[in-house]
């Protein structure tokens, strides 16, 4: 039988506390792609602001989950830089993605507006976090 170390215990809870919501968010990221038309299962609230604007605030959030996982979890000192780079990425592979649902298309304004939300949100989370 296998004998877990406080130390591995602790760890293993950082793990999961930080990259937890990471995992889920990605998630639901894929899965609201993944719907041919989004907008008949999503508040109406959501429709009647700017896709770019929807965009930017979700993978802002993406930036800042990854950024706090990436920090608390790794010894990365570009954790800013790296948490940006990924949101972006996963930016690109959910545009690849929609390309394949129907009634969805590819957007590379979407990747910039992705990008740009995750560079402002991660940017004023690390200034309001070090206030």
Not at 5 to 10: D, K
Not at 102 to 120: E, K, L, N, Q
Request: charged share 10%; with cysteine; hydrophobic share 45%.
């Amino acid at each position: 039988m296998l004998h877990q170390t406080a130390e591995q215990t602790s760890k293993r809870w950082l793990f999961i506390q930080y990259w937890g919501p990471v995992l889920l968010y990605c998630c639901i990221i894929v899965y609201v792609s993944s719907l041919s038309y989004p907008s008949q299962n999503l508040p109406s609230f959501f429709s009647s602001l700017s896709d770019k604007l929807v965009h930017g605030v979700e993978y802002g959030i993406l930036g800042i989950l990854l950024y706090r996982a990436l920090r608390h979890t790794t010894q990365i000192s570009q954790s800013i830089g790296v948490a940006i780079f990924c949101a972006a990425a996963f930016g690109i592979s959910d545009e690849l993605h929609q390309w394949y649902v129907p009634h969805r298309h590819a957007d590379i304004w979407d990747v910039i507006a992705d990008t740009s939300g995750a560079t402002f949100f991660v940017l004023i989370w690390v200034f309001i976090m070090k206030k």
